[in-house]
């Protein structure tokens, strides 16, 4: 199994429930795929660098996650297909960052 971690940028029209939804639903991507989440952070409304699909806010979610290489395409596939996932990033780590990031502390 190897060590990702995960960005996924949801839509800011969706609701707080609509987006513990899509979370939920991206947490059992990862447990088909016999993966497992390790840690997850909220980072919450922030401003884009540029729009996307005319948006200029997103909520940002953080996951560390170990599953196989094989299945990060399965779940890219699924988070593309998806309309509430504005964009999605898989980065492959030897070592998972220290919780919390630095993201999360600082001021919106």
């Known amino acids: 199994m190897n060590k990702y971690e995960a960005v996924l940028l949801f839509s800011p029209e969706l609701s707080t ?5 899509e979370i939920e639903k991206f ?5 088909n795929q016999n993966g497992k989440i390790i840690n997850e952070e909220s980072w919450g409304l922030r401003d884009l660098s540029y729009n996307i699909n005319s948006f200029k806010k997103s909520f940002y ?3 560390q996650i170990e599953i196989n290489s094989i299945a990060i395409r399965e ?8 309309e509430n996932v504005i964009r999605h990033l898989f980065i492959k780590v030897a070592v ?5 990031t630095k993201i999360k502390d600082e001021k919106k």
């Open 17 to 21: 429930n609509s987006i513990k939804t």
């Open 75 to 82: 779940l890219k596939k699924n988070l593309t297909q998806s």
């Open 27 to 31: 947490k059992e991507l990862i447990s």
């Open 61 to 63: 979610n953080f996951f």
């Open 96 to 100: 998972h960052q220290a919780l919390p």
